[in-house]
Each structure stands twice: as structure tokens, then as C-alpha cells.
């Protein structure tokens, strides 16, 4: 789905309207796809990983060490392998107990930049 304003005179509302919801402004040729769970969000994310070029942010609130979580950081360290910058932000209470000092530092060894929020 591409967000588009449907007349010139609501253009510019559309655009404060943006603005304001994502404190950014918006940039032409973006599009928006709704991603209602995570049969559907796991393998879109993971295609945008095997796809990124120069660099990937990637935020999570819960990341575990189990066969999804060590997928998403086997793609994240094929791509840092392959030159991509990869920086992984997860936050500290959100991953309390879900992934051991192993998980975090293959990781890392892979070159990956992990950082814990909120810790």
C-alpha cells in the first residue's frame, strides 16, 4: 500500500499530519505494508535483512535465544560479514532472561554492534 494524498489541496495536511506522527518528513517513494502478526513480520524482516546493502538498525523490545532469535542473528551476521553495517538495540528488561551472555557475544563476535537500552 502506498500512502498518497488523493488531491493537491490535502497535501499539505497529510504532510503536517506525518510530520507530526513520525517526527520525520515524509519521503517520496516510501510505501507502507500492514504486517498483522508474526507469520507474516518474521519472514518480511528477515527479507529486508538479506536485502540491506549498507547498513541495518535493528530495534527490538524482546529478543530470545531460540530458533527464531538465532535466525535473525545468523541473517544479522551474514550481512555484517558481507560489509553491512548491522547495529542491534535491545532493550534490557524486554530481554530479562530470555538470551545468555553466549547469544549477545556471538553476536558481537559476528560484528554485529549490540547495545542494551534502558539498563
Not at 490535502?10 to 518528513?25: L, T
Not at 530470555?98 to 547469544?103: E, K
Amino acid at each position: 500500500m502506498t500512502l498518497q494524498p488523493t488531491t493537491a489541496r490535502e497535501s499539505p495536511r497529510v504532510e503536517r499530519a506525518f510530520d507530526r506522527a513520525a517526527g520525520a518528513p515524509l519521503v517520496p517513494g516510501n510505501q507502507v505494508r500492514l504486517l498483522r502478526d508474526a507469520a507474516e513480520n518474521y519472514p518480511a524482516w528477515l527479507e529486508a535483512i538479506a536485502s540491506a546493502r549498507h547498513h541495518i538498525r535493528f530495534e527490538q523490545y524482546l529478543i530470545r535465544d531460540d530458533r527464531v532469535g538465532r535466525r535473525f542473528a545468523d541473517a544479522l551476521i551474514e550481512r555484517a560479514a558481507a560489509g553491512v553495517r548491522v547495529e542491534l538495540i535491545a532493550d534490557w528488561f524486554g530481554c530479562l532472561g530470555t538470551a545468555g551472555p553466549g547469544f549477545w557475544h556471538r553476536l558481537r563476535a559476528g560484528g554485529v554492534r549490540v547495545a542494551i537500552a534502558n539498563g
